[in-house]
Each structure stands twice: as C-alpha cells, then as structure tokens.
C-alpha cells in the first residue's frame, strides 16, 4: 500500500471542494419525498417495551429540544441526501450537546468528552458536525436568544472544530491518542472570567463526583428483609420481580436474575483479564430495570447492584439494550455481529478515555444485544436548560464540544484531508450555521406534527415523563 505524504493528504482534502464546495453544506429543504418524521419514529418503537412507549412520546413531546434529542433517525434520513466530501470517520452518531459531558478516567480524573455512542458508526464527518452546530441552534432559540446569538453558536462550533482538526492534524498519532480535555484545560482554554469559571468548574466537580455507586445505592435501592432490593418506582424504576407485561416465551419471572447471572458472566469475557479478575470480587445481588434518556426510552436498560467486601462497596452497573444504529439504514452496515460491541469498540476508538467495566454481552432468552458500563461514575452534565444561560456561557460550551468533536474524528479519520478541506477561513463555519438554522426551522415544524399526532390519538403519551 502507497503512504501518501503529509501534504499529498492535505492536497487531498482541498481538491474535494471541487465537487462540494464548503458553501454547499449550506444547504437543507426537505423534499416533497421526505420521509414522515411521525411514522419514522413510530416505526422504531416495534421492537421496544410496548408500556414503556408512552413515556418516550412524553419526553420528546415537551419542547422541540427534547424531540430533536429523540429524533436521531430522522436526522440520519434527512442527511443521506445532503452534499459529502467522501471522508469518513468513526461517528459518534448522535453528536447533540447533552451527549458530551464529564465523567471519570481509570486515574480518577475528571475528563471532557462525548458520553453516547449507541448510534455509532463509520460514516461522513459533517454528519456529526451539522448535528450538533443544529442542537445549539435550538438550545439557543430554547432561551430566546436572538437569531444572530444562535448562528454564532452553530459557527463556534464549527469555528472550533476546524481550528481543532488542524491542531490535532499536527499531532503525532501516540501523542494525539493519549490526549484528552480535563478541567484544568477548560480553564486554560476559557474566553469568560477565571473567578467565574473557577467557581463553575468547582461546582460542577464537586456534584460529579458526588455521582458514585455509594451514592446510588440510596437513590436506587432498599433493604427489604434484610436483602437489597432495586426500588419498586414506576413507572421509570422497576425490581425485576416486579416488571408490567408478559414474559418471553416460555419463561418464568422466578428465572430472569438467573438469565441475568449469566449474562453477566458472558460480558466478563468481553473484559480485559484484569478487570475480569477486580469483577470477580463483586457478587450480583438484584437486578432492575430503568427508565433512561429521551430516545432510548422503551430499549431494555437494566440496572445490576453487585456488592465487593460489604454494604459500603457497592457497583452499579448498567447494562443497556444495543439496537442497530439509525445510521445503518443508510450508511454500511456494522461490520459487529453483536450491537452492543458496535457501541462499544466506537466508543473506544472516539473517546480519550473510557470506563474501565465498558463491555458487552447477549441476553437470554430473546437473544438482545446489551453493552455494559458503570452506571455512575462521576459522570456530569451542562444544564443547558437553564434558565440564567447566556449566549456567551452557551458559546464558550459550543467551542468546546466543537474541539471535542474534533478530536474524535482526527482519532479516526485522515485529520489532514480534513482540515485541507476545511480551511483557515469562515466559508464552512457560514455555510453550517445557515444549515443548522433551516434544519431547526424543520426540527420545529416535526415537533408540531409529533404533537398534533399526540393529540389525535395516533400516537400514545403518558402523563408521567
């Protein structure tokens, strides 16, 4: 195989301009052959727990924020017909603002990076970039920001991921691989006052790393004669024993948490040895099922309490229903059999650090596709709803998911051909703001036609979300 050059790769990347222009990201007009965004997501909820569909409904229903973040199928379907350079990279699949956030590193630092991968897979860079620039935009008009102040954001974010393509273009592949943002490097990195930040950052610390296994046990569990239970909350929290609905064929609720203990043995094999043998330490004590997310809910996520020396040593694990990616639909199929190793192997070549327990396993009788991870460990997000935002604090977090996205993508793609194609100038960042502010508008006119099939009766919701 010929190893082109340094600057034979960049070349690479300016000459795809001339098929796709950088102005040409700029465009989006759903076509009169559109699919319908109603009948796209209904479609999905075949496969998930039919008394957990409600609930799903309900949370993309309250703003068009919450259906842009349930929406990623439509997103896909839409930009399989947009321009592409023909560079891929490992996609995150899902790349709004709420799936990038802090969480722990195996040295037990607080790290920065993105935190979803259930929709990952090879495909074009600038679809995760034009997802994302397209979630500020309508976390900004959330607020009531101005449409100027929303444009700056979807340009930040992409102002910041091509300066960062080309900063991690220059990186060594080592150097690059081992490279991640901590809270020292946002600090660093900051456009707002230090005293401001320092104060944000310290808060913000303090609350992830409060988010611990010691610390769900109390929100998660009881004792119930003399054992611990997964706490019976419906409808979002539920002890196996105590779950709505039919059971797979042919088996009993008395057999779940045997299906679950082996489960469970089968996801150590998808561990390094190391961490197989620190595992092995715990025991599984109960098994229950939660209520997660707005685009995952009605998928299986189950929560696993497993116990080490006593009490004061808990683990939570997750393990999480992995389903083919919205993206396969369009894109190459996943080269995994296993979807839950689809998530898995995306999330560790895209992110810096991953938790150390992040495996996946296949779940009795039916056959499901689960990965594996810690429920809690530090893990953090910005409000970014919240009421005291501001364009600049929502425009310093942009720049930073943009550079985020970035690194992901120079992990996993040609980062040269990238950034020749970029450029140094503006011309991309106007064209996925314009881009980003025509999908929003469409993003809103999908949410009223989400609602209006709600009202109708087409489409069930419940009251509790």
């Not at 592409?84 to 709004?96: C, I, K, N, P």
Request: with cysteine; hydrophobic share 40%.
């Amino acid at each position: 195989m010929t190893t082109m050059s340094v600057q034979q790769r960049r070349e690479l990347g300016r000459s795809k301009r001339a098929a796709t222009p950088r102005s040409a990201h700029a465009t989006w007009e759903p076509g009169p052959d559109r699919a319908d965004p109603v009948a796209l997501i209904e479609e999905q909820n075949a496969s998930r727990l039919e008394w957990l569909v409600p609930i799903r409904h309900a949370r993309m229903s309250v703003s068009p924020f919450t259906f842009f973040r349930g929406a990623a199928r439509v997103m896909a379907s839409d930009l399989a017909g947009t321009p592409r350079t023909g560079l891929e990279v490992q996609l995150g699949g899902d790349a709004h603002l709420s799936n990038f956030g802090a969480y722990a590193s195996p040295e037990r630092q607080l790290v920065f990076d993105q935190n979803d991968f259930d929709e990952t897979l090879p495909g074009p860079w600038e679809w995760d970039l034009k997802r994302l620039a397209t979630s500020f935009v309508i976390a900004g008009q959330f607020h009531g920001f101005s449409k100027k102040h929303c444009g700056n954001l979807a340009a930040e974010v992409t102002r910041s991921y091509r300066r960062g393509i080309a900063h991690f273009a220059a990186m060594g592949y080592v150097q690059l691989w081992y490279d991640y943002v901590d809270t020292d490097d946002i600090r660093s990195g900051a456009g707002i006052s230090s005293k401001e930040l320092d104060k944000r950052l310290t808060r913000f610390t303090r609350r992830a790393e409060k988010r611990t296994s010691a610390q769900a046990l109390g929100k998660y569990a009881e004792r119930v004669d003399g054992r611990w239970r997964i706490r019976h909350e419906p409808p979002l929290l539920f002890s196996l024993s105590d779950l709505p609905g039919e059971m797979p064929a042919g088996w009993t609720r008395d057999e779940l948490p045997g299906a679950a203990a082996a489960a469970l043995e089968a996801y150590k094999g998808t561990l390094d040895d190391n961490r197989h043998a620190l595992l092995d330490h715990y025991d599984l004590v109960e098994v229950g099922l939660k209520v997660v997310g707005v685009g995952s809910v009605g998928t299986r996520c189950l929560l696993l309490l497993l116990l080490g020396r006593d009490d004061g040593d808990p683990l939570f694990l997750q393990a999480k229903e992995a389903t083919n990616s919205v993206l396969e639909e369009f894109l190459a199929p996943s080269r995994y059999d296993n979807h839950g190793q689809r998530v898995v192997e995306g999330q560790r070549l895209v992110q810096a650090q991953s938790d150390i327990f992040l495996g996946w396993t296949i779940g009795a009788p039916e056959g499901r596709h689960f990965y594996v991870r810690q429920l809690r460990d530090w893990k953090g997000s910005v409000d970014v709803e919240a009421p005291d935002t501001t364009p600049e604090q929502l425009g310093f977090y942009a720049g930073l998911c943009g550079l985020t996205l970035a690194r992901g993508h120079a992990r996993t793609g040609d980062a040269e051909a990238i950034a020749g194609y970029v450029g140094k100038g503006e011309s991309l960042d106007r064209a996925i703001a314009e881009f980003a502010h025509a999908y929003a508008a469409t993003n809103l006119e999908d949410h009223q036609r989400f609602c209006a099939a709600i009202e109708d009766g087409t489409l069930p919701c419940a009251e509790t979300a």
